[in-house]
């Protein structure tokens, strides 16, 4: 089973980037499709990007196309997000799940077995 850690949150400023990490093990990280998710203060958890396994395909919520990017490292098992021109409503904690199944436009919390503890993102206006 895939063990999931982010790391790279932290207190930026409106207008900032920031690059996002998510380190795997335990699994087989190059069969998994991944993803990232966000839940704001008060709010659900939201779909932000998600790659294909071998990382030339990615899907992206129509919010945050343009300024995030997600990428991986099979070699290293690392999933990134980068975000550009951070906004203040960006303020959320950030998780990577990690799914089996092939498809990797995958946008709902119930296709990915395996989460990340979040890591906080707080941006300042």
């Known amino acids: 089973q895939v063990q999931l850690v982010e790391s790279g949150g932290g207190l930026v400023q409106a207008g900032d980037s920031l690059r996002l990490s998510c380190a795997a093990s335990g699994g087989t990280f190059s069969v998994y499709t991944m993803g990232w998710f966000r839940q704001a203060p008060g709010k659900e958890r939201e779909f932000v990007a998600s790659i294909s396994w071998g990382g030339t395909s990615t899907y992206y919520a129509d919010s945050v196309k343009g300024r995030f990017t997600i990428s991986r490292d099979n070699a290293k098992n690392l999933v990134y997000l980068l975000i550009n021109n951070l906004k203040p409503e960006g303020t959320a904690v950030y998780y990577c799940?990690?799914?089996?199944?092939?498809?990797?436009?995958?946008?709902?919390?119930?296709?990915?077995?395996?989460w990340g503890q979040g890591t906080q993102v707080t941006v300042s206006s």
């Open positions: 799940a990690a799914s089996s199944s092939p498809a990797y436009f995958l946008k709902s919390e119930n296709s990915y077995a395996h």
